[in-house]
């Protein structure tokens, strides 16, 4: 009875998670890459992609964590392709008492930029203006 009872549990909760993932229906496709800045890979960070609805790109956009000048979309949550607004902060990597990534190593780093419409990789330098 309690083997029939365990079964039967772990089949309801598949099926839960299951039916409570949700797909957009979206061709997403996997990007990684690297950061750098002033030549050294940027400790620790976030890269945000925001796709250009003005060139085409309906979204969604995706948010990423950089850890060691390295970046990579979760399973699930790529980037679609076309044109894409590219938004870099980086940190030292040395917590303190304001932030757990540390000091800001520079501005807020921005350009647009145009990805492929299939897992790709695609690095980025943010050089001392």
């Not at 690297?34 to 995706?62: A, K, L, M, W």
């Amino acid at each position: 009875m309690k083997t029939t009872a365990y079964a039967t549990g772990v089949v309801v909760c598949c099926l839960l998670v299951l039916g409570c993932t949700k797909s957009d229906g979206l061709e997403r496709h996997k990007l990684s890459g690297t950061v750098t800045y002033d030549g050294q890979p940027v400790p620790q960070g976030e890269i945000q992609f925001t796709p250009n609805s003005r060139e085409g790109n309906p979204g969604p956009g995706t948010f990423i964590k950089i850890e060691n000048g390295h970046y990579e979309t979760p399973s699930g949550k790529g980037v679609l392709g076309g044109a894409y607004g590219v938004r870099i902060v980086g940190y030292d990597g040395k917590a303190n008492t304001e932030s757990d990534m540390g000091v800001s190593l520079f501005n807020p780093y921005s350009e647009r930029i145009d990805l492929p419409k299939e897992d790709s990789t695609r690095d980025f330098q943010v050089s001392k203006r």
